[in-house]
């Protein structure tokens, strides 16, 4: 097991937990005071710290080095009809392009938390922040530039920052935006994906694929490293304004300036919102609960689509929590 691994167990186990929001509790003066370009140069040659579009003492590390955390760069799969070792209601992130569909199980985005893939002949990045339990797929073509993404091993809003290999420009994957380095501002294109139970999107694409380890013995794949994380009633490494009405680990679902309690979505079923559809359905296992992945407890499958001339559209959102929508949208309402 690398030392990595070894540490991801030692640090956010359950019992780790209590001394960790100890620490978070503390203000974050001295963190921040490390959070100069001078210190990160070493390491990021190429970053042009002169352009950026949040303070750096925003910034903190992860725990990781850059890269720390290692991207999947040469995916493999395997047809779904071969997968053996999924359990009915575990988390994956459904995406289809151009007849080509495709899952990636968060038993496996835990723990390198950026595939970049090519999908329906789509350069995209696969993304998960465990922390926000936000799960965004991105088209990677920048300015007309197909690029890869890695980790930075740093956390804005307790939120995965990661970096382009182009020009190291530094990105915040909530919002799909450089926010240090020669791309600052750019945006990312965010497209349609689903996180679904694992049963949901066999039947949905029986002939899909799934993501399997390139390396089965690399991490505990289908054990979760951050157990109880959200059934605390606090983030950690993060100390700005909670939301109010509402607990900060709530789940929400995310619509771009717009979020919804999942508890009300899960009391009604359905809500409509405009031309927006949301639906929640049983059947899906948290991935920050139990040791084991596929033991969660339930949190169910949520759908947003979008009414159109020629039916129902599935459009992009995001099951987080309501800490990191509120960090983020500060002055948007959480409806619930």
């Given amino acids: 097991m690398s030392d990595l691994s070894d540490l991801f167990r030692r640090r956010l186990t359950a019992s780790a937990f209590a001394a960790l929001i100890l620490i978070a509790a503390l203000p974050l003066g001295s963190g921040a005071a490390l959070a100069t370009p001078d210190r990160w140069a070493g390491e990021w040659p190429q970053t042009d710290f002169t352009q950026a579009s949040v303070g750096f003492g925003e910034i903190l590390s992860g725990g990781p080095p850059k890269d720390g955390i290692p991207s999947i760069d040469k995916p493999q799969f395997i047809a779904v009809s071969e997968a053996s070792d999924l359990t009915a209601t575990e988390p994956v992130v459904g995406f289809s392009v151009n007849g080509d569909a495709r899952a990636y199980p968060l038993r496996i985005l835990t723990w390198h938390e950026i595939v970049n893939d090519t999908v329906g002949g789509i350069p995209v990045a696969v993304t998960y922040c465990p922390l926000c339990n ?7 073509t ?9 980790t930075t091993g740093k956390l804005r809003n307790s939120d995965l920052v990661m970096y382009d290999r182009a020009t190291e420009s530094w990105w915040q994957q909530f919002l799909g935006e450089a926010i240090v380095g020669e791309r600052t501002g750019t945006r990312l294109k965010i497209l349609p994906a689903r996180l679904e139970s694992w049963e949901r999107f066999a039947a949905r694409f029986p002939d899909g694929q799934v993501l399997i380890p390139n390396n089965p013995g690399m991490r505990p794949y289908g054990a979760n490293p951050y157990v109880g994380y959200d059934t605390l009633s606090r983030p950690f490494l993060y100390d700005g304004e909670m ?15 717009q979020a919804w309690a999942l508890e009300m979505l899960r009391e009604k079923g359905r809500i409509e919102s405009g031309d927006l559809v949301l639906s929640w359905e049983p059947g899906q296992t948290s991935a920050l609960d139990t040791r084991a992945i596929s033991e969660g407890r339930e949190v169910g499958n949520v759908l947003v689509q979008r009414k159109g001339a020629d039916g129902m559209v599935d459009v992009p959102y995001d099951v987080t929590f309501a ?6 949208r500060p002055h948007a309402e959480i409806i619930r």
């Fill in 134 to 140: 936000s799960a965004i797929v991105f088209e990677r």
């Fill in 142 to 150: 920048v300015d007309g530039e197909v690029t890869t993404f890695g």
């Fill in 243 to 257: 939301p109010e009405g509402i607990a900060p680990m709530k789940r929400v679902v995310a619509v771009g300036e």
């Fill in 323 to 328: 800490f990191v929508f509120h960090a983020f």
